[in-house]
């Protein structure tokens, strides 16, 4: 028998890659679930969608027509630009640069505390705690922290976490410590992270190359999760981890870690990883800038459009080409009586769609959806 | 008996001799008593004279009345207690033992609790008034200072004064629900009488380069959200101790200095060292924010530090903590100038040293150094806490006078040592009572300021305030060590150089060096190493800091090691350095290597302030490797670096035997 195995060694493992291969074309395994039935937890509530879009440009009162994020701060929406951050309230726009103490104009990220209120703007120059009307400012230089590029800012109870061309930092806002964590501390494969966030006592972060490395607060212990099939840019076996270790944000939401990366989407849920790619769901595209769980409901900006899925349902929004006008489009996943999978695709028109269709952050409250894209802000009304 | 005579003049000449000549060096005088006993009791180490020689105050601080009058809930800061006074029978009734050095007191609606902040040990005391017992204590961000309680009497604010922010503890379950950051040293809060917003005053001016307007932190709450709505900056000004509102809420008046140290120190004769006064917000929308010196043309009324306002909304009183007076403020006349003033004229006010003319009505002396004030519920009397008389004043608020003292107790005797602080916290000895030693080291520290100290040739000498806590075995003194004792440092050459009036008198020179030697310590470092155990960072910043060789293994020359200028236990080896930090327009000079102990509280760094924080040291001031090799060092270590300086604290609480210590003095 031994002799068998020898003998035949390399032909079973000539089996095993072509199987894996035909696996990676599409023949899922019947027991699987298809990419547009994953395991988010069932929420009976519908799919929202979105419509009704006003754009908001330099016209409008937008420092510049290069958003980079936004977030949505109770009756004020605040947008990170390429020209400094602007504030959208009681229907006016206001803008705040380095004139108004603001460390760096390219703002690239943005959060509130829960906690306090206070809020958090990572820049292509620091880090900004903008507070009571008065902005405080975090460089490499003057703090701990680990780099000037913050291309994400988080807040989690007290702390602040930063994800930086550095290292992501921990910002302890009660003892005022800075803590870094790279390739030296942490199990990254190099200093360069693009995303992070939290949820469940734990924070995710989107590291270069690095795939998602996961830090528990409670433990102060760090785990990594990569992509098995490496920097490959094809997914050779389907669902055994992140689609890619080229990561560019986390969110967590109930119970559901998303990541982003420029070759697809990955969920996990605690025990099982899920990909998931525009060939087969609702994706617009595999290149992701940055993604938003929201409850049961994540936002995902691509260079396509914005799309959005509760697991079951998928929405996506585009913009014509030559036009203002775009499309809604409505992908709805089952499965027939033999549980083979079908799939329903409703297409809306849209007049005016999304600004533009490379967009790079998101945020929705229960009325709207805020999204900052290449051209402009826009706002679309949840459709009842 | 020809003998013993020849003998003892054979001793006595030379002995008198060598005697003058150590007299003279230690004092750099010629003329100063040769008198054993004036300089080696009080500052002897011997803990038997020690003990003989000092006495333990109580030092009273702040205060609170109860709400039918019966009661005063004194703060006893060097008591480590609340008293509490029946004031009508002048009796001290008891002693409540509280954390370390008390701060403030603020009793809760029903009377029946009292919350005391201890700065010194992180928490705050909660105090069963019908049981007079410590019932609890809360856990607070680092120097819990001032307090107060939301409206429905839910949350308790309390002031880190060390930590700069503000914590908010649910009463209820009695934990810590969020904490606010606030301006730089905050101490002062006081709620709105809508109960809608808390203000949050705050004692040192944001850290800026120097030449830029000062700027200190009004932080305003909001009740209903929970969030900061406001950090108004208060321009020009620093050591804003306390705000008080008008019954009806029009307006809310802080105390406050302001200081003139852009301008060259030589000016003190000109009327330019410091300015006090009362910063005024009026509470509307667009309010202004008006600021009314309380000097007058030939008098500075220095150090104000608390305000109360009676019920009628009549009167303001001040209490003057340099002079040791309360000035009384017709609040009406205030009305009536900020309606008639324009902004510009307003402005002009702001440095006017006669206009307090218009509103300043009386001047009420005190016993030395008062600091907190209340008033009975009525309103008709107003009580004082005299910090170094250990005593509460009782003041008439119609008559505007003194009608009573009560002793808390303590020791009757004055000490040298308590004669020293006396003579630190008073303005008695600068030219038309300008400033202290306290003002510019308000808690005997530093007051985080830069000042333009013009050299006796004019040159431009940018000085950052050094701290005065724990120098006795750091000598000499002085950024360029020029003053190898403190003798010297307070001398005739300061009351030529800085106080522009009559030295002080040889026995009031030995008192005053004795306190500074003896009488001024470390607060723990509660927040960056509470227990002496080090965090793994600190432990690794230890190792570089201590370090002899490079990241790439070369030897980092002697002198250019952290631990070889920087030694314990006071982190410097008591010489002059050259660091490649001297500017253009400072004297040619070296500097004295500076001790690190608590090093977190002295910001900003370097001799003339150019660093805001320890991190600026390196990543922008020591790009030569002058001030220690840095630049090998990537940004973990040196936030290790950094994280370990920040642990640093004071011998005493590292076992380390270097001094002994009298708790009060």
Redo the contacts between chains.
């Keep these: 028998m031994r002799n068998l195995i020898q003998k035949n060694y390399f032909r079973y493992l000539l089996s095993g890659v072509v199987l894996l291969c035909i696996f990676s074309m599409g023949f899922t395994p019947i027991e699987k679930s298809p990419a547009g039935l994953n395991s988010p937890k069932d929420d009976a509530k519908p799919m929202p969608v979105y419509g009704h879009w006003k754009n908001f440009t330099t016209k409008d009162g937008l420092p510049s027509d290069h958003a980079y994020c936004v977030r949505i701060d109770g009756n004020r929406v605040l947008v990170g630009t390429h020209d400094g951050l602007a504030v959208y309230e009681n229907g006016k726009w206001t803008t705040y640069t380095t004139k108004d103490g603001l460390v760096h104009n390219g703002v690239v990220s943005i959060d509130v505390s829960e906690?306090?209120?206070?809020v958090w703007i990572g820049t292509l120059g620091g880090l900004s705690?903008w507070?009571?009307?008065?902005f405080?400012n975090f460089t490499?230089?003057?703090?701990?922290m680990?780099?000037d590029l913050v291309y994400c800012v988080i807040c989690d109870g007290?702390d602040v976490w930063t994800a930086t061309a550095?290292?992501a930092g921990q910002y302890d806002?009660?003892?005022?410590?800075?803590?870094?964590f790279?390739e030296?501390?942490a199990p990254m494969h190099e200093p360069w992270t693009y995303g992070v966030s939290a949820g469940d006592g734990k924070i995710y972060i989107a590291a270069w190359g690095g795939g998602i490395i996961e830090y528990t607060n409670k433990t102060k212990k760090f785990k990594d999760y990569t992509d098995p099939d490496g920097e490959m840019e094809i997914d050779l076996l389907p669902d055994d981890g992140p689609v890619h270790d080229i990561t560019t944000a986390t969110s967590w939401a109930n119970g559901m870690l998303w990541v982003s990366t420029y070759f697809g989407l990955s969920s996990y849920d605690g025990t099982h990883w899920k990909g998931y790619f525009d060939t087969d769901s609702g994706l617009a595209s595999n290149f992701i800038n940055f993604v938003r769980a929201k409850g049961p409901v994540v936002f995902i900006c691509s260079d396509k459009g914005l799309s959005s899925t509760d697991g079951k349902s998928w929405v996506t929004y585009k913009k014509n080409e030559n036009n203002s006008d775009g499309m809604t489009i409505i992908k709805n996943f089952g499965r027939n009586d033999d549980s083979t999978v079908v799939h329903t695709t409703k297409e809306i028109p849209s007049s005016p769609a999304i600004a533009h269709n490379f967009i790079i952050g998101v945020d929705a409250d229960k009325e709207f959806i805020w999204v900052a894209t290449e051209k402009g802000v826009s706002r679309g009304e949840l459709l009842k | 008996m020809l003998i013993i005579v020849v003998l003892g003049l054979i001793i006595y000449f030379p002995g008198r001799k060598l005697a003058r000549a150590h007299v003279n060096s230690k004092t750099g005088v010629e003329d100063h008593p040769l008198m054993c006993t004036s300089c080696h009791i009080p500052l002897s180490k011997n803990k038997l004279i020690v003990k003989l020689i000092n006495s333990d105050y109580y030092s009273p601080f702040n205060l609170a009345v109860s709400k039918d009058g019966g009661r005063l809930y004194v703060v006893a800061q060097e008591g480590n207690a609340l008293l509490v006074v029946d004031p009508e029978n002048h009796k001290v009734l008891n002693k409540i033992k509280v954390g370390k050095y008390p701060y403030g007191v603020v009793l809760d609606e029903a009377g029946k609790i009292a919350y005391v902040s201890n700065q010194w040990s992180d928490d705050v005391s909660v105090i069963d008034l019908v049981t007079e017992k410590v019932s609890d204590t809360l856990k607070t961000g680092n120097g819990p200072a001032g307090l107060s309680l939301s409206a429905d009497g839910k949350y308790l604010y309390v002031v880190n004064s060390f930590s700069s922010d503000i914590s908010v503890i649910d009463l209820k379950n009695r934990e810590e629900h969020k904490r606010f950051s606030a301006g730089n040293n905050p101490t002062g809060a006081e709620l709105s009488p809508d109960g809608k917003t808390l203000y949050v005053t705050s004692r040192r001016a944001l850290i800026a380069p120097y030449g830029d307007t000062l700027k200190s932190e009004l932080t305003v709450v909001d009740e209903s959200t929970e969030r900061v709505i406001a950090r108004r900056n208060i321009e020009s000004a620093y050591l804003i101790e306390n705000v008080a509102f008008t019954p009806t809420g029009d307006l809310a008046i802080m105390t406050m200095i302001r200081p003139k140290n852009l301008i060259p120190s030589i000016q003190v004769e000109q009327g330019w060292m410091m300015t006090y006064g009362i910063t005024i917000i009026e509470q509307k929308e667009k309010g202004r924010v008006i600021q009314l010196l309380l000097d007058e043309p030939n008098a500075y009324y220095s150090d104000p530090y608390d305000i109360v306002i009676t019920p009628d909304g009549k009167k303001a009183f001040i209490s003057h903590s340099g002079v040791n007076c309360i000035s009384v403020v017709d609040i009406d006349s205030v009305r009536t100038l900020l309606k008639e003033s324009s902004p510009e004229i307003l402005n002009k006010w702001s440095n006017n040293l006669g206009i307090s003319s218009r509103y300043v009505i009386k001047r009420i002396p005190t016993g030395a150094n008062p600091k907190g004030l209340a008033l009975s519920p009525d309103g008709k009397l107003l009580y004082v806490a005299e910090q170094l008389e250990d005593r509460i004043a009782v003041i008439n608020t119609v008559s505007l006078e003194t009608i009573n003292t009560i002793s808390l107790g303590g020791p009757r005797r004055i000490t040298v040592a308590r004669q020293g602080r006396r003579l630190f916290n008073n303005s008695g000895h600068t030219f038309q009572n300008q400033f202290d030693c306290y003002t510019c080291h308000p808690d005997m520290h530093e007051d985080g300021l830069v000042y333009n100290m013009a050299s006796k040739d004019m040159g431009r000498n940018l000085t950052n305030t050094q701290s005065l806590r724990d120098i006795r075995d750091t000598p000499p003194y002085k950024w360029n060590g020029k003053n190898q004792t403190v003798y010297k440092q307070d001398g005739i050459r300061f009351s030529t150089v800085l106080t522009r009036s009559e030295q002080f008198s040889y026995e009031d020179l030995d008192a005053l060096t004795a306190y500074i030697l003896t009488g001024i310590h470390y607060p723990p470092n509660l927040m960056y190493n509470p227990t002496g155990e080090l965090t793994g960072s600190q432990l690794r910043g230890k190792e570089i800091f201590e370090r002899t060789k490079d990241n790439s293994g070369n030897v980092i020359p002697e002198n250019n090691r952290c631990i070889t200028c920087h030694t314990p236990p006071y982190y410097t080896n008591l010489k002059l350095a050259s660091v490649g930090t001297l500017a253009a327009t400072d004297d040619s000079i070296k500097f004295d290597t500076p001790h690190l102990n608590n090093i977190f509280a002295s910001p900003p760094y370097l001799h003339d302030g150019r660093a805001a924080t320890l991190e600026e040291i390196w990543t922008i001031y020591g790009k030569e490797d002058k001030h220690g090799l840095a630049n090998d060092m990537n940004k973990n270590q040196l936030n290790d670096l950094v994280e370990y300086l920040k642990s640093l604290r004071a011998p005493e609480y590292e076992n380390i035997p270097s001094k002994i210590k009298h708790t009060s003095l």
């Design positions: 906690l306090t209120g206070d705690r507070s009571g009307g008065k405080e490499q230089f003057n703090s701990g680990p780099n007290k550095g290292g806002t009660y003892t005022k410590q800075w803590e870094i790279t030296k501390n």
